[in-house]
């Protein structure tokens, strides 16, 4: 009979339709080799502690090298009459190990810490991968940004014009924002990277394991100690999902204003062909699908917290059979996530910012008025509220006559109305979108100077974030080759 099928204590085997329904081989997959990983540490440790004898160990860790092999050739194949990923390894030991020795690898190991150390070998890896994404994105950004601190723009609030402000500056925004996402996952990283090997089923064993040689062989940086705690618990498949739905609304607000800078009414972007679709019908249109997918896929990746959240709030401590969906959710989110990221990284690189149509805009619809309201206070000495209804009056006179800031000499005539007189080349640089732009020197603000200044920033910060990601990834590796040199001295 199989390892796998677990009936010892029932009359016969499981019902058809509950093997597919049951069966967790498709979620688990992509986890057999963190699966073998997992169990060559076990075994390593059951050799050194005395459990099970070195001769039989070697033999197990043989098998072990030789369905890693096989796993990385595509040549492992999952029975699906077996229940999961962990008992078609285990099957595949005993075939090639004998059933005895196969059978001594679970010794004080329940499927219940074994799927949660796999999960977890697996999601920090997806993690990192996800971070050298964002970078990826952020240092397109900053390529932008580098060429364009003094190319205007219109800033908005309410979707309305708001503020002169510089592409550059709109570039470091996201720079900024994805900080906080490379931030968020470096701290789930810190809970997903600990060790739940030793837990068992939920009480721990009476074996004297060695969990702290596990947690070394496996790169773990610590150990989740609380038995019962630790197979109840998927708040770090929380953590990490409440990380990627953050990300996720950062994208999709980058994909929404994509989405309307595009349009013809907008004008600002122009996606390149290599990152638009086309109509089946309309032969003219050129959609912007790349950003309205991200946008759709936040949703779906929203849909999971949720849902994993929903399944936790009600749960008994203890392993329970629902926790089984909990990598469905994760697996398909961390693909989702990644994607978006690649994508709209290659449609931000290739696409072609229309300065042109930026300044047009700018200068058509006074976005400067604070800057006159400004000067007002300051050169004027008029109260701010004040000088706000003053230049308000202005923008309202100018509007009524169809007319905008560009008309220096009419706008000069109305401030004389309200006793203020200010000579047409200085009143002309007070409403000139670059120099406004200019004088915004604030910490943050969207001069040129504040401008290079962030970036000057971002991009040590980015560094030191690969540098981080880097040992990260290396301390995984370290970890790796010391099983390897173990398994090879056991």
Known sequence: ????????????????????????????????????????????????????????????????????????????????????????????????????????????????????????????????????????LQRTFLKLAEKSTEKIMPGYTHTQHAQPISLGFWATAYVSMLTRDLTRLKNAYVQVNKNPMGACALSGTSFPIDRELTTKLLGFDGIEEHSLDVVSSRDFIIEVLSALSILMSNLSRLSEELILFSTKEFGLIELSDEFSAGSSIMPQKKNPDVAELVRGITGLVYG?????????????????????????????????????????????????????????????????????????????????????????????????????FRDI??????????NIDIPPKELRDILDPKKAIERNKSLGGTSPRAVKGMMERFKRGIDEREKDIKKRKSDIESARKLTERMVGKT
Do not use: C
């Open 1 to 136: 009979m199989k390892s796998g099928k677990l009936r010892g204590r029932f009359k016969g085997d499981l019902a058809e339709e509950m093997k597919g329904f049951t069966s967790s081989i498709e979620i688990d997959k992509g986890m057999i080799l963190e699966d073998i990983w997992g169990g060559e540490a076990h075994v390593i440790m059951l050799a050194e502690q005395g459990i099970v004898e070195g001769a039989d160990a070697r033999k197990i860790l043989g098998a072990l090298e030789r369905a890693k092999s096989d796993s990385i050739k595509g040549k492992f194949e999952l029975d699906p009459e077996l229940e999961d990923v962990h008992m078609n390894v285990e099957n595949y030991v005993m075939k090639y190990a004998g059933e005895e020795l196969g059978g001594k690898m679970h010794t004080a190991r329940s499927r219940n810490d074994q799927v949660l150390t796999d999960t977890r070998l697996h999601l920090r890896e997806k993690i990192l991968e996800i971070e050298e994404s964002i970078i990826k």
């Open 409 to 418: 000499e009419y706008t000069r005539d109305i401030l004389k109305r309200h």
């Open 304 to 404: 999971s917290l949720i849902q994993i959240l929903v399944t936790l709030k009600a749960l008994p401590l203890g392993y329970n059979r629902d926790l089984q969906e909990d990598r469905t959710l994760l697996w398909n989110s961390l693909e989702r996530v990644n994607s978006s990221l690649l994508i709209l990284n290659g449609a931000i690189n290739k696409a072609r910012f229309n300065e042109n149509r930026m300044a047009e805009l700018v200068s058509e619809n006074f976005s400067t008025a604070t800057e006159l309201a400004n000067f007002l206070v300051s050169e004027k000495e008029i109260p701010f509220r004040k000088s706000h209804e003053i230049t308000g009056k202005v923008v309202k006179e100018l509007v009524k006559e169809k007319r905008n």
